[in-house]
């Protein structure tokens, strides 16, 4: 597609419950980076994907985060049984590989995600 | 401990004059520095890159220096419009950890 697209745009779920949200790349996109941004705040790292690579998973706050990648294409994030502090806005990008440095990330809109 | 910070307070100017924009680290060895412009209920959008070896980059009206010895790097914005209103990432590549850390941004509002 033309952008990074993320589904869904907003997410309420009560504490205690399962979310997922996913991640579009842009096409050719081989490096793909999770990062989580609090109101008011930074983006925290999260976690990052290149190609076939072990992904680089320091960023992720606990053992209730994981993320999958399959090949070079959608991501998934995944929070279990969430918390109020996990509520944030979740911003996937993409870059080129190899040079993922060299290049701005494309950001996606983001998935808002409140924990009521 | 590693730090990037940026003025946390909101950056009001009046519109055509120039915005500029500071990002200083602590414990950091940056290779390369982007910038980033956030609206909001959006992604940032990235702006320029400098490297390490690189003291200014330009791009129409904008002007990013990077400082290695003062471990800074201000970004100006010359000729500024209200559309110029956003808030401003600056982010670090630190060789070897193929990401970037971002800072927490300045708000630039530029008065009519």
């Known amino acids: 597609g033309a952008g990074v697209s993320q589904s869904p745009s907003n997410k309420v779920t009560e504490k205690g419950k399962d979310v997922e949200l996913r991640c579009d790349p842009i096409?050719?996109?081989?490096?793909l980076y999770w990062y989580r941004q609090r109101l008011g705040q930074g983006l925290e790292f999260l976690i990052y994907f290149q190609g076939n690579s072990a992904p680089d998973k320091s960023g992720l706050p606990s053992d209730r985060f994981s993320a999958e990648r399959t090949g070079e294409s959608v991501s998934t994030l995944t929070i279990q049984r969430t918390q109020q502090e996990d509520s944030a806005v979740y911003l996937c990008a993409s870059s080129y590989s190899g040079d993922s440095y060299n290049y701005g990330y494309t950001f996606g809109s983001g998935t808002r995600l409140t924990v009521v | 401990s590693q730090k990037i910070e940026q003025n946390s307070e909101a950056l009001n100017i009046q519109e055509g004059k120039t915005a500029t924009l500071t990002c200083n680290y602590t414990?950091?060895?940056?290779?390369?520095l982007q910038w980033y412009r956030q609206d909001p209920g959006r992604g940032p959008v990235f702006l320029l890159l400098i490297r390490e070896n690189e003291k200014e980059k330009r791009k129409e009206r904008l002007k990013v220096t990077f400082d290695t010895t003062l471990k800074q790097s201000l970004f100006h914005i010359t000729a500024s419009q209200p559309a110029d209103s956003a808030t401003y990432l600056c982010?670090?590549?630190?060789?070897?950890?193929?990401?970037?850390?971002f800072g927490t941004g300045t708000r630039l509002k530029v008065l009519a």
């Open positions: 096409s050719g996109h081989t490096a």
């Open positions: 414990n950091y060895s940056p290779a390369y």
């Open positions: 982010a670090l590549y630190t060789s070897g950890t193929y990401k970037y850390i």
